[in-house]
């Protein structure tokens, strides 16, 4: 494309990403140096790289903490059912768009597509109302139902897109041999759509594990905190106690960066979903 | 309803109730959480005194006017406007930036890979974990502090967080950093969608890179472009975790934003009726923005 590959282009755009990877890499490197520091060396003059006193005690101290170990529980547990909900209905409801024409689908997509650009906190009062309504205030079921709104259009919209892509006549084969819709759907579309599936999935669960304001307002008591609720409940228990806070932050942001590093191509699938492809 | 479900629409395609089954539960979810919330928010920014107060009285505009005229909300309305254009500026040049840098034909795959997952570590972590991390950096006797004063920038140790002049620059430099990957990867995508014929097309008649890039690169690029700054421009104004945890719209409120502003008219002075007009304000704002959106994604499709 540019000709002849010239070894100073190539060094100087390697020397401009290592240096450009320092404004992402070098905050979180210094999180994770610091983690394990004694609290009096984590602000140093002049800093220091790897301590001396070198322990991995801020991390058992989280991991002896079951009030902490708690957050971490119910964090997984609502993660998980916010994305199999979201999986399941945005099956369903991707399935209507792309094999189905019917009034109102336009209208339908329009609002689902501007759900994107509703500001949760615009929402906050009124949920708080229906929330102590359906007796749901303080329980996993406020933050798995709210949590729906926010994973679901992505959701529906990449499946969409994932089903338009499968031809027609998969499903229409087993309908000819006498299956119903529904097996169709479950037996054929189902497992072809596994990659649109993961991808829909790891951003659900991002997006639910990451969840901060929500998780704050609509529960209250400790054992029903979710994981960054709690990083930002230890900000203001044990303020001075930095070695732990970094701690739960490397462990709070491990699932997602595990995640992330195995299934990248999936996961960059699903970020760009909502603006790239439709 | 039965006539409905059995008539034919104008194409002569005979209307079905299956693909409503289908839909139900997505439809019942849109309703309970998206248009009755609205509804009610609507409803509340009406009324005085609602939820505290049994019978609420209807005030027409009363609390539009008070949220309007209120000191602190225009001050929030003047961070809102610095932290959104900065914050969504930045994204869109460093995006860019990097994404240019990553779809270089000049590296192999495997250490582009690798690249990639760096710059687009920071969409992976929560806004606590981000707020702490730079509440470290940022403190007086921090690495930004330290690099600084050896680098001859700076003589003193600034309290970046709690400084009335420096906090809201604090606030939006978290949340340039904390935002820009999203835009990276969807640029990069669109840079991969670009045909490398139009590249050589230019080469061929002596184009320069920098030409290149103005006349293929950007205008190819516009739609998505666009899309991004619409969907940040939204999500930017409703950045509240990032600012609750590092400064709490202070110091005072030299950080209060729309979101903060809300947040504290409702649950921390139980002021609901302000606090559903002042979101009833942002939500006219975003529907505005949403319009746009939905629009530009049609016209793509």
């Not at chain 1, 997509?109 to 359906?134: D, F, R």
């Not at chain 1, 919209?157 to 299956?179: F, K, S």
């Not at chain 2, 409905?4 to 309970?32: D, Q």
Request: net charge positive; charged share 10%; glycine share 6%.
């Amino acid at each position: 494309m540019y000709g002849k590959k010239k070894w100073y282009i190539k060094m100087l755009i390697i020397i401009a990403l290592l240096l450009g990877a320092l404004f992402p890499a070098f905050p979180i490197l210094w999180m994770f140096l610091n983690s394990f520091k004694p609290n009096p060396e984590i602000f140093a003059w002049p800093p220091t790289w790897i301590s001396k006193a070198f322990s991995i005690r801020p991390y058992l101290a989280i991991l002896q903490s079951p009030e902490k170990l708690r957050f971490f529980f119910n964090s997984y547990l609502i993660s998980f059912f916010v994305v199999a909900l979201t999986l399941v209905i945005s099956i369903l409801a991707a399935y209507a768009f792309s094999r189905f024409e019917f009034p109102g689908k336009g209208i339908l997509n329009t609002m689902i597509i501007s759900v994107q650009a509703v500001p949760p906190i615009t929402l906050l009062i009124p949920y708080l109302g229906l929330v102590v309504t359906l007796r749901l205030y303080n329980t996993y079921g406020a933050l798995i139902l709210t949590y729906l709104l926010f994973t679901l259009p992505y959701a529906i919209l990449m499946m969409t897109a994932y089903m338009n892509t499968l031809p027609q006549e998969l499903d229409e084969a087993v309908m000819i041999d006498g299956g119903s819709r529904i097996k169709a759907l479950w037996y054929v579309l189902v497992p072809t759509s596994v990659p649109g599936l993961v991808s829909v999935g790891m951003y659900t669960f991002m997006r639910a594990w990451n969840e901060y304001l929500f998780a704050l307002t609509l529960t209250k008591t400790n054992d029903m905190r979710t994981v960054p609720v709690g990083i930002s409940l230890l900000m203001g228990q044990h303020a001075y106690e930095w070695n732990q806070m970094l701690a739960m932050s490397v462990m709070g942001s491990f699932p997602v960066l595990i995640l992330f590093l195995f299934f990248q191509k999936y996961f960059i699938a699903g970020m760009t979903a909502g603006s790239v492809k439709h | 309803m039965k006539k409905i479900f059995n008539s034919f629409n104008k194409n002569g395609h005979k209307i079905e109730k299956t693909p409503y089954l289908y839909l139900s539960p997505t439809l019942i979810l849109m309703a309970v959480l998206l248009i009755i919330p609205i509804f009610m928010i609507l409803r509340y920014s009406f009324f005085d005194n609602v939820i505290i107060n049994k019978n609420p009285v209807f005030v027409g505009f009363q609390n539009y006017i008070n949220v309007l005229t209120d000191p602190d909300f225009i001050v929030a309305a003047k961070n809102t406007l610095f932290f959104v254009s900065v914050s969504v500026i930045a994204h869109l040049v460093i995006g860019l930036f990097f994404a240019m840098l990553l779809n270089t034909d000049y590296l192999g795959e495997k250490t582009k890979g690798i690249f990639r997952v760096i710059y687009a570590l920071p969409w992976m972590f929560t806004a606590s974990v981000i707020a702490i991390l730079w509440k470290m950096m940022l403190n007086p006797h921090g690495i930004i502090n330290y690099l600084l004063q050896v680098g001859n920038l700076a003589s003193t140790n600034i309290a970046w967080l709690s400084s009335r002049s420096f906090a809201l620059m604090a606030v939006t430099l978290i949340n340039i950093w904390a935002g820009y990957p999203f835009y990276m990867i969807s640029i990069l995508a669109g840079l991969q969608g670009i045909s490398g014929d139009l590249y050589e097309a230019a080469a061929i008649d002596g184009a320069t890179p920098v030409k290149q890039f103005f006349y293929i690169t950007l205008p190819q690029l516009k739609p998505i472009l666009i899309s991004l700054l619409t969907l940040d421009f939204v999500w930017t104004i409703q950045q509240f975790a990032l600012i609750w945890l590092t400064t709490g719209g202070g110091p005072i409120n030299a950080t209060e934003t729309f979101s903060t502003y809300i947040y504290k008219q409702a649950f921390s002075r139980y002021q609901y009726s302000q606090a559903s007009a002042s979101a009833g304000i942002v939500l006219f704002i975003c529907t505005i923005l949403a319009i746009f959106y939905a629009r530009q994604q049609k016209a793509r499709t």
